[in-house]
C-alpha cells in the first residue's frame, strides 16, 4: 500500500498519532476512530507503511507513537530552549496587534488602557512574532504593526481568518472567565492612562487568557 492509497480512518489514524504529545494506547485510539475501525489492524498496516521511512511506528508497553528511524537516532541532535510563558502585558499586546492590525503604538495604549513599556514589543519582535507595517498617512505618520507568518505556524493559523471569534471563545468558557483589563497585572513601566475599552474587545481579552508560550526547538542531522 502507498501512501496515495490510504485510506480515510488509516489517515485519520496516522493524523491523531502525528498530532498526540504523548504515546498513545490502541484502546485510547479505538475512543478517537468509528466504532466499526479495526484499530489494531491498521496499526499493523500503518506500522507497514512507515518501516522504510525515517520514521517508525513503534508498540512500547502497549503505548503507540511515531519515532525516528533507529538506524538514524546517532545522526540526529535536537537543540531545544526552555519553554517561555508570555508576560500579561505582551498577551495583551500580541492580541491586540493580532485582531486590530494593522494598528499603530497609539492605537495599541488606547485599547489597552496603559502606555506600553519598550520592552514588550521587543519580547514580540525577538520572536518573530511581529513586524513593523507601513506608516499611517496622518499627522506624525506613526507606525503600524502587524503580526508575522510565524505567528500564524506557531498557533498552527493558516489565516488571519481562522484566529478564535466570539462564538469559539464562548464555546471554551473563555469568555465567562475573563478578567477586565483594567484590573489586570500591571508590567514595570506601564502607566495608566485614562480610556475605555469597547465590547468588541472582549474577544483578545480573552483570548490572552489562552497558554501563550514559546519554545524553540531545532531539529538537524549532526
Known sequence: MTMSELSPDLRLLEAILFASAEPMTTDMLVKQLPPDVNVLELLCDLKAIYAPRGVTLVETEGYWSFRTAPD??????????????????????????????????????????????????????????????????????????????????????????????LDELKASGLLDARPVLSNLPREPGDATIDDTRSDEDEVFAAWTEMDISAEDVKVGAS
Open 72 to 165: 538514524l537516532a546517532g545522526r540526529m541532535k535536537i537543540t531545544r530552549a526552555p519553554r517561555r510563558k508570555l508576560p500579561r502585558a505582551a498577551s495583551e499586546v500580541l492580541a491586540i496587534i493580532a485582531y486590530h492590525q494593522p494598528v499603530t503604538r497609539a492605537e495599541i495604549e488606547s485599547i489597552r488602557g496603559v502606555e506600553t513599556s519598550k520592552g514588550t514589543l521587543d519580547i514580540l519582535l525577538e520572536l518573530g512574532w511581529v513586524r513593523p507595517g507601513q506608516r499611517r498617512e496622518t499627522p506624525g505618520r506613526p507606525l503600524t504593526w502587524r503580526t508575522t507568518q510565524d505567528f500564524l505556524s506557531h498557533f498552527n493559523l493558516e489565516t488571519l481568518n481562522d484566529l478564535p471569534g
